[in-house]
């Protein structure tokens, strides 16, 4: 998995703040986030190390949605309809 420049930089101010090299209040500002989200952060990172960086439940999540949703429409589930006929749908269901 590749890390995008924003979680690079956050893995890298992270691990500057563990060791000390860094002052959490300093990590703050760079990453600018608040100080509840840096310690949770930091409690995340001293428990999985540079994996931590990464929000891994949102991307996780997002690729089985797309897979699921690409494997139902390749394999003419959901009836036949198309992204676009269910966007449709959506947004004439409220006019009766």
Same mark, same amino acid.
């Given at each position: 998995?590749?890390?995008?420049? @924003?979680?690079?930089? #956050?893995?890298?101010?992270? +691990?500057?703040v563990? /060791? %000390?090299?860094? =002052? *959490? ?9 608040? @100080?509840?989200?840096? #310690?949770?952060?930091?409690? +995340?990172?001293?428990? /999985? %190390?540079d994996? =931590? *960086? ?13 897979e #699921? ?9 959901r ?8 966007a ?8 009766g």
């Open positions: 998995m590749e890390l995008s420049v @924003r979680e690079r930089d #956050r893995m890298a101010v992270l +691990r500057q563990d /060791e %000390g090299m860094l =002052a *959490a209040a300093t990590g703050v500002v760079r990453l600018g986030v608040t @100080r509840r989200h840096f #310690r949770r952060l930091m409690r +995340r990172f001293e428990a /999985e %190390g994996g =931590a *960086a990464v929000p891994v439940l949102e991307r996780a999540l997002h690729r089985a949605l797309e #699921r949703l690409l494997a139902d429409w390749a394999g003419g589930g009836g036949g309809r198309s992204p676009a006929g269910l449709d749908r959506r947004r004439t269901a409220s006019f």
